[in-house]
């Protein structure tokens, strides 16, 4: 997507303002540009990243006042956009007597009801009509900036569909893939969450023909405590009265492994990591480069640095203390994550197995609201349905914490089992 870069007063005797520059392996065009005052002024560098963007720009042979008038600015001189060559400097009464705001990088100044305003290039293309959004092919600053404008459930809509690629180690999962998150709702929960485009996990295309997946690994089904990365909430434990190896929800989601381990929703691991989580057990909050410099071997690791560069941290509530404790309204507590699970409320929009006091702190996704199916199949074999993971731990039960089944409904399984994953982020 193209973008202003402000060229400071000082590189003037550099800059061209009647004439573009143009490189053909970078394709760019250089404007006058604004000024917050009559001698404080720069100039700015309007730059198109790929030949694409170039069609986004006016057309050379129509004249285009974009915001009822112009919006650059310098020297005490107000320019109107022509064509995508020149800017064409207009009449002081053009402008008026509104004073001008201060310009930054990224803004363009803008003539709006009266008032003269700073906007991002974007707000100004999209207001005009000169760029239609398409979640498909945006790139993802351009869908960041469209969610941070308030405006984005006008652009896209609930199940819209994007591809990503994941490459990496997630666990002991090996991945080299194409897969497509859709989006499950706008400003969701935001009194709670804060605003932005929630995206779930994952389907097989964009298409009507599309299956909803979970990534799965090659333990799916099995269950082990033996510290190994395989897609179960906690992967220490000890042996069960049936000789079965068992683990625990203790700590809950926030003192999960798979929290911290498999997906990297945070950077931090839990206390006590590498044993069985005890009574007592708690996990921890982020820092702000969870996404940016991710765990190693985990899902965020896998995500394109573009995506991860965008991806916001959702305030979330669970019962982070587990251990079977009933509907404790006291256990259920914030975390920030990046990449969480989803809980059992925020699918089904009901309480079967989780602490009931969850519902007070959650609201169901848009996406399931609107009757899609919460069914989803393994990646690997996508005619075979799976059980996959919410972050809740079960109310009444120490070693289960709560999932979907086969059939889209609400169940339990063992903290040690392998099952499918899939998870969501804000952008």
Excluded at 308 to 320: G, L
Excluded at 404 to 413: I, M
Aim: aromatic fraction near 10%; include cysteine; glycine fraction near 10%.
């Amino acid at each position: 997507m193209a973008k202003i870069r402000v060229i400071p007063k000082d590189d003037e005797q550099d800059f061209q303002p009647e004439s573009p520059t143009k490189n053909n392996s970078r394709p760019h065009y250089s404007y006058v540009s604004f000024a917050n005052d009559g001698d404080a002024f720069g100039y700015a560098e309007l730059i198109c990243d790929e030949v694409a963007d170039i069609a986004f720009l006016p057309s050379a042979q129509n004249e285009i006042a974009i915001g009822s008038k112009c919006f650059c600015v310098s020297n005490n001189t107000t320019y109107r956009l022509s064509n995508k060559r020149r800017w064409v400097p207009i009449s002081s009464d053009e402008v008026g007597s509104s004073a001008l705001p201060d310009a930054s990088e990224g803004d363009l100044v803008v003539f709006k009801n009266g008032a003269w305003i700073s906007a991002t290039l974007l707000e100004v293309m999209l207001e005009n009509g000169l760029y239609t959004p398409n979640l498909a092919t945006d790139a993802w600053s351009t869908i960041d900036e469209i969610s941070a404008s308030g405006n984005a459930a006008n652009y896209y809509a609930v199940g819209d569909c994007k591809a990503v690629a994941l490459n990496g180690t997630m666990g002991t999962l090996s991945l080299d893939m194409t897969t497509y998150v859709f989006i499950l709702g706008f400003d969701h929960n935001s009194a709670v969450e804060g605003n932005g485009i929630s995206f779930g996990g994952f389907k097989t295309t964009a298409g009507n023909d599309a299956v909803d997946i979970c990534l799965v690994d090659s333990g799916f089904g099995e269950l082990t405590n033996d510290g190994s990365k395989m897609f179960n909430m906690n992967h220490w434990g000890e042996t069960g009265g049936k000789g079965e190896p068992i683990s625990y929800n203790h700590g809950g989601w926030s003192g999960s492994d798979m929290r911290y381990d498999i997906l990297g929703s945070t950077n931090v691991a839990p206390d006590d990591y590498g044993e069985l989580p005890a009574e007592g057990r708690e996990g921890h909050n982020p820092t702000s480069t969870c996404a940016t410099n991710p765990v190693a071997n985990t899902l965020m690791s896998c995500l394109p640095a573009a995506l991860r560069a965008v991806m916001k941290p959702i305030t979330k509530y669970t019962d982070n203390v587990g251990g079977g404790n009933g509907d404790v309204e006291a256990n259920v507590t914030a975390t920030i994550d990046y990449l969480p699970l989803a809980s059992e409320y925020e699918v089904q929009a009901s309480n079967r197995c989780a602490n009931t006091n969850e519902a007070a702190h959650q609201a169901q996704y848009a996406y399931y609201a609107a009757g899609n199916s919460k069914i989803k199949k393994k990646h690997s074999s996508t005619s075979d349905a799976a059980r996959w993971w919410l972050r809740s731990p079960l109310r009444d039960d120490s070693g289960f914490f709560c999932i979907v089944d086969e059939g889209g409904g609400a169940l339990g399984d063992f903290a040690s089992g392998s099952l499918g994953v899939a998870p969501l982020f804000k952008v």
